[in-house]
């Protein structure tokens, strides 16, 4: 959606539009939004248009984040960054015209408004379960299955299908189109100043006490900025952007065996080749996001690439001067 539409002053009511609570259109939006239920889901494509419908007549920061919510479940986590950016916008630019008015110099009821931002049911829990990515062959991805992958986080109740491995959702993050891993990288980037920007406005024009604690939805955005700049990193170091679909769909493949199995004393077993070097890739990419100055990294895949290689083949690889002297030692062994 096209959020430049709700800037400006609206010219039938100069500056911020009708007040919706005068009008009833604030009942009706709350009606929809069901910001208090916890056991039914909203109609987010009815609650969208409402909320952007009431936008077009009134500045109204309740109206927006509700508009925020609706994006977000329809529209996915970019288009909720615009939101809170035209949020901010609203705050900087007409804090004195926007509704609700304040009372004096009481900014509760603004105040509360904004704090629905932090609703775990409408906006907390649809963010952590919003696609960053989406490959058709490694699968479909989010904040909440990149912590189930890492070991972060134990599958919710409610999780939906197995607990995906991490090796898929990088193979995911690898199949990216370079330009949307950078858009979105970009909005979780702006959001989280937004957010700063917004408890200061509030901090400065109302006090401390009246600025809204939007902790919990920073730290959301701020994990899912760490995670995708750290892949957009890994293509800066790789020297190129891999092409879309072509390496995520061979990793896929490669990637998607069964589950090892789990041995005795509750660790993973190791049941093949393949599982080995896959562990061995884990191992790779936890030195290169948390302790990018190891060497670790370099060796192993030193290890790997002498996996497929038979004795004589790794003898030569690592130490290529001996080579004479090992067959000669075969050579005399195989005389015995």
Same mark, same amino acid.
């Given at each position: 959606?096209?959020?430049?539409?709700?800037?400006?002053?609206?010219?039938?009511?100069?500056?911020?539009?009708?007040?919706?609570?005068?009008?009833?259109?604030?009942?009706?939006?709350?009606?929809?939004?069901?910001?208090?239920?916890?056991?039914?889901?909203?109609?987010?494509?009815?609650?969208? %248009? /409402?909320?952007?419908? +009431?936008?077009?007549?009134?500045? !109204?920061?309740?109206? *927006?984040?509700? @508009?925020?919510? #609706? =994006?977000?479940?329809?529209?996915?986590?970019?288009?909720?960054?615009?939101?809170?950016?035209?949020?901010?916008?609203?705050?900087?630019?007409?804090?004195?015209?926007?509704?609700?008015?304040?009372?004096?110099?009481?900014?509760?009821?603004?105040?509360?408004?904004?704090?629905?931002?932090?609703?775990?049911?409408?906006?907390?829990?649809?963010?952590?379960?919003?696609?960053?990515?989406?490959?058709?062959?490694?699968?479909?991805?989010?904040?909440?299955?990149?912590?189930?992958?890492?070991?972060?986080?134990?599958?919710?109740?409610?999780?939906?299908?197995?607990?995906?491995? %991490? /090796?898929?959702?990088? +193979?995911?993050?690898?199949?990216? !189109?370079?330009?949307? *891993?950078?858009? @979105?990288?970009? #909005? =979780?980037?702006?959001?989280?100043?937004?957010?700063?920007?917004?408890?200061?406005?509030?901090?400065?024009?109302?006090?401390?006490?009246?600025?809204?604690?939007?902790?919990?939805?920073?730290?959301?955005?701020?994990?899912?900025?760490?995670?995708?700049?750290?892949?957009?990193?890994?293509?800066?170091?790789?020297?190129?952007?891999?092409?879309?679909?072509?390496?995520?769909?061979?990793?896929?493949?490669?990637?998607?065996?069964?589950?090892?199995?789990?041995?005795?004393?509750?660790?993973?077993?190791?049941?093949?080749?393949?599982?080995?070097?896959?562990?061995?890739?884990?191992?790779?990419?936890?030195?290169?996001?948390?302790?990018?100055?190891?060497?670790?990294? *370099?060796?192993?895949?030193?290890?790997?690439?002498?996996?497929?290689?038979?004795?004589?083949?790794?003898?030569?690889?690592?130490?290529?001067?001996?080579?004479?002297?090992?067959?000669?030692?075969?050579?005399?062994?195989?005389?015995?």
């Amino acid at each position: 959606m096209e959020l430049e539409r709700f800037v400006g002053e609206i010219p039938e009511h100069p500056p911020a539009g009708i007040d919706l609570d005068d009008s009833g259109e604030l009942v009706q939006l709350d009606l929809l939004a069901r910001w208090s239920d916890t056991e039914n889901e909203p109609d987010w494509s009815a609650l969208g %248009e /409402a909320a952007a419908g +009431a936008l077009e007549r009134s500045r !109204d920061l309740r109206a *927006l984040v509700y @508009l925020a919510g #609706a =994006l977000l479940n329809t529209e996915g986590v970019r288009s909720f960054c615009d939101a809170l950016a035209l949020l901010r916008r609203y705050l900087e630019e007409h804090w004195d015209e926007v509704y609700p008015r304040l009372d004096g110099e009481d900014a509760v009821e603004r105040s509360s408004a904004v704090l629905n931002l932090v609703n775990y049911h409408r906006i907390i829990r649809p963010l952590r379960r919003a696609a960053l990515v989406e490959d058709r062959a490694a699968g479909r991805f989010s904040l909440e299955d990149i912590q189930i992958a890492q070991g972060k986080v134990e599958p919710p109740a409610d999780y939906d299908g197995e607990p995906p491995q %991490e /090796a898929l959702v990088l +193979a995911a993050f690898q199949a990216m !189109d370079g330009a949307e *891993l950078e858009a @979105l990288d970009s #909005a =979780l980037a702006r959001a989280i100043p937004d957010l700063d920007a917004i408890g200061e406005i509030f901090t400065e024009r109302a006090g401390a006490t009246a600025s809204p604690d939007l902790g919990r939805l920073r730290a959301t955005l701020a994990e899912m900025h760490a995670y995708t700049s750290a892949r957009l990193g890994e293509r800066s170091d790789a020297g190129a952007t891999p092409e879309p679909g072509s390496a995520g769909a061979a990793a896929a493949q490669e990637l998607s065996a069964p589950v090892p199995a789990q041995g005795a004393d509750g660790r993973t077993a190791i049941r093949s080749r393949q599982e080995a070097v896959h562990v061995l890739d884990r191992v790779i990419e936890y030195f290169r996001v948390n302790e990018p100055s190891s060497p670790v990294p *370099l060796l192993l895949e030193r290890a790997k690439h002498l996996v497929d290689l038979d004795f004589m083949g790794i003898i030569e690889d690592i130490a290529p001067d001996a080579v004479a002297q090992a067959r000669a030692i075969r050579g005399k062994a195989g005389q015995e």
